[in-house]
């Protein structure tokens, strides 16, 4: 979350015509616990190097891509900075991986997005965590 209580997202394109909002991250490489590959990509996408991470949720999700069906576990972390320190800038290597463009939102945006919002129920999510 940034600065007023907002929150980064990046508009992405599967390469199927598909296009979509979501949180910055990435996979696990080899070796890499969910909380080390938080930070690299901290680092990779944002230019964090030093980040507090305080766990969400961990879920499991599935998808269709290119007629394919896709499992895979996703950990969200909630990383508290300021908009200033956050290096936004689309490198060649962003855009190759998909990553059309950073914004800001808040919370009250975030709702009946076109491109949708994964994963979809983040608004209500971080209102639940705030209120605790």
């Known amino acids: 979350m940034g600065a007023e209580g907002s929150v980064l997202l ?12 979501a949180t910055p991250g990435g996979g696990i490489e080899a070796g890499e616990s969910p909380r080390e590959a938080a930070q690299r990509e901290a680092l990779e996408e944002l230019g964090l ?3 507090d991470l305080q766990e969400l949720w961990t ?3 599935e998808f269709e891509i290119a007629d394919r ?5 996703e950990t ?8 200033d320190v ?16 950073f914004r800001w939102w808040k919370r009250d945006e975030m709702v009946d997005v076109d491109p949708p919002i994964f994963p979809s129920d ?7 965590m705030l209120q605790e």
């Open 69 to 73: 069906s896709i499992t895979q576990t």
């Open 122 to 128: 983040l608004q209500s999510r971080l209102t639940a």
């Open 10 to 21: 990046l508009l992405h394109h599967d390469g199927h015509g598909r296009r979509f909002w």
């Open 59 to 61: 879920d499991q999700v």
């Open 49 to 51: 190097t030093e980040v």
């Open 86 to 101: 956050v290096r936004c800038e689309l490198n060649e290597r962003l855009r190759a991986e998909g990553i059309e463009e």
């Open 76 to 83: 969200f972390f909630f990383v508290r900075t300021c908009a």
